[in-house]
């Protein structure tokens, strides 16, 4: 039973673009919410996160969208570029982030020329 | 900035072998965790521990044991591999009540 839902698997996007990635989760007891980029041989690597306490978060051309009453969360990647290109995997956890992360499923981001 | 290590990068065993895998956390960091990375999967959480003492436990299979050292650095310990066993295996770590959790680039154990 996947705890956090992600959305969509794969999604290609031109360079310049906006890259929209989609996560919904069911447990309520989750209070920090963070995405983490992967390339290929390497560990996650944070991006960016928030708490359910703001409804936005932005930080250079990532932003993060929260809807606490879906129980929903979106990456926006914006003028996305060749080098964005990796997998994304939105994650959550309880007790402030304090306890282990629990991913989803991944996207596998491609950005084209 | 010091990141968190692990070693070896990669292994190759055979099935029914044993392996360690070590990982030193970022200094000053208290807490380590372990995850299972599947071939095109999501990170599945293994174990975790908290100034030495395990803090939580995921799917671990009862054949692998971890702990964490008086220096912070943990190892995972894994018998009886089966071919079911190979994976990326991340090791994260973080300072207690400070998010995020830093991860290593893993170790990339093969089963043959």
Redesign the interface.
Known sequence: QQQVKQSPQSLIVQKGGISIINCAYENTAFD?F?W?QQFP??????LI?IRPDVSEKKEGRFTISFNKSAKQFSLHIMDSQPGDSATY?CAASSN???????????TRLTIIP | AAGVIQSPRHLIKEKRETATLKCYPIPRHDTVYWYQQGPGQDPQFLISFYEKMQSDKGSIPDRFSAQQFSDYHSELNMSSLELGDSALYFCASSSRGEQPQHFGDGTRLSIL
């Open positions: 920090y963070p983490y041989g390497k560990g996650p690597a944070l996160a995997f402030f982030g304090n306890e282990k992360l629990t991913f989803g499923t991944g």
